[in-house]
């Protein structure tokens, strides 16, 4: 029996969704790699670039690999917020204003996702992975600089109220409608395809004044789960997860993550950093390299 998809599009989905229960051997495969991604992303993040090729060279469709993925990853999202919980405790404002965004974010990338073919996103898909990757890349000398120049300018201009404000003061009132406008727009990537969306988010916040980092990853966390909630629900709906895979993706990604936690104090961070932009440029190569000999 076919599985109904509740919205009107305009096009064919894969048709290879494995609704059925793989290969044992696959399964295995995806529970390791799952957790090694909940390893990397415990210690540094990036671990959907390590999935999501594996995913398409395990032989599924590269938007049943990104919809499984949304939906096997929010669980951990859930339990990840909790380690913030105090934090947005003191950014409440801020947590209220990042959810209407997020959600309605999430929610546009969603459907767009749902009404692209295919074909069209296996071609997308390359440059979304390496995008992400150079995001990936580029954030910790970019977080660096863009501190240093607050600093400076703290320093240059006390007379300036907004300048030199603690996180606590900025986030004690409702965020601005350019900080909406950028989650906004940061939803609707999220949405669509979830890597680097965290990175983005973080370089947002840093760009509007934060400079506490469990504070902005607390709203990055909280901003993560509110569009990759809705995005998991539409495509929950939507027939195109693979169950099995995404159940096997929960267990690896929650062992793994629980492991690395364990041992995030002892995996030098630089090296899983590395590790994480060799596998998502080469990830993104091969997908490149099969896109177009496809």
Avoid at 98 to 118: D, E, K, M, N, Q
Avoid at 207 to 213: C, D, K, Q, W
Wanted: charged share 5%; hydrophobic share 55%.
């Amino acid at each position: 029996m076919s599985h109904a998809i509740p919205y009107t599009i305009p096009h064919a989905l894969p048709q290879a969704v494995p609704h059925a229960l793989p290969h044992a051997l696959t399964l295995v495969s995806i529970v390791l790699i799952s957790a090694l991604s909940g390893v990397m992303n415990s210690i540094a993040g990036g671990g959907t670039l390590l999935t999501f090729p594996a995913l398409v060279g395990l032989g599924i469709a590269p938007i049943v690999a990104n919809a499984t993925s949304t939906v096997a990853l929010w669980p951990g999202s859930l339990t990840s917020i909790l380690g913030y919980r105090h934090e947005l405790s003191g950014a409440r404002r801020w947590a209220i204003g990042f959810a209407a965004p997020s959600l309605i974010g999430g929610a546009i990338g969603a459907w767009l996702l749902l009404r692209t073919p295919p074909s069209r996103f296996a071609e997308l898909v390359p440059w979304l992975v390496l995008g992400a990757t150079a995001l990936f890349a580029v954030q910790p000398a970019a977080m660096r600089q863009l501190q240093a120049r607050r600093a400076e300018r703290a320093e240059r201009a006390d007379d300036v109220p907004s300048i030199g404000l603690s996180d606590a003061a900025l986030t004690a009132v409702l965020p601005s409608a350019s900080i909406i406008t950028w989650q906004l727009l940061i939803g609707i990537y999220g949405g669509y395809f979830g890597a680097g969306a965290g990175i983005l988010m973080l370089a947002v916040l840093g760009f509007m004044g934060l400079t506490n980092i469990h504070r902005m990853n607390g709203l990055k966390n909280w901003g993560g789960l509110c569009m990759n909630f809705v995005a998991a629900a539409t495509f929950a709906l939507s027939g195109l997860v693979s169950w099995p895979i995404a159940l096997a993706m929960a267990v690896g990604s929650m062992g793994g993550g629980y492991l690395g936690s364990l041992g995030a104090q002892r995996v030098p961070r630089g090296l899983v950093r590395v590790a994480v932009i060799l596998i998502g440029t080469t990830g993104g190569l091969w997908l490149l390299v099969t896109a177009h000999s496809g």
